[in-house]
Nanobody, 128 residues
Framework: QVQLAESGGGLVQTGGSLRLSCAAS????????MGWFRQAPGKEREFVAAINWSGGGNTYYADSVKGRFTISRDSAKNLMYLQMNGLKPEDTAVYSC????????????????????WGQGTQVTVSS
């Protein structure tokens, strides 16, 4: 059974940093893109960042987090990370990790429907 488990969320002041982790189990996802999404109360789930199955420099970020967040992965260990710096109150949300439906994608997707496996999420709260 495939499971994704996020950790690392919490309460932080404006300008602070957090590092989220996503641990995948049940199968190997080294051939799949992985991504982070977030959902604030009363809002739709939105894309945050994604990393290509090949890792390296193949990453994609939402404009709102570009330059502040960094996504990375350790495919050998089925782990993914999101380093969040310069946090703002508008970053407050439940952050979820996800894995794409299909392997070996040629392009990184920011579309929710392209992701088939989801974690339960971890709360990130940024106080002003």
């Amino acid at each position: 059974q495939v499971q994704l488990a996020e950790s690392g969320g919490g309460l932080v002041q404006t300008g602070g940093s957090l590092r989220l982790s996503c641990a995948a189990s049940g199968r190997t996802f080294s051939s799949y893109d992985m991504g982070w999404f977030r959902q604030a109360p009363g809002k739709e789930r939105e894309f945050v960042a994604a990393i290509n199955w090949s890792g390296g420099g193949n990453t994609y970020y939402a404009d709102s987090v570009k330059g502040r967040f960094t996504i990375s992965r350790d495919s050998a260990k089925n782990l993914m990370y999101l380093q969040m710096n310069g946090l703002k109150p508008e970053d407050t949300a439940v952050y979820s990790c996800a894995v794409t439906r299909l392997p070996w994608r040629a392009t990184i997707s920011f579309m929710v429907n392209d992701y088939a496996y989801w974690g339960q999420g971890t709360q990130v709260t940024v106080s002003s």
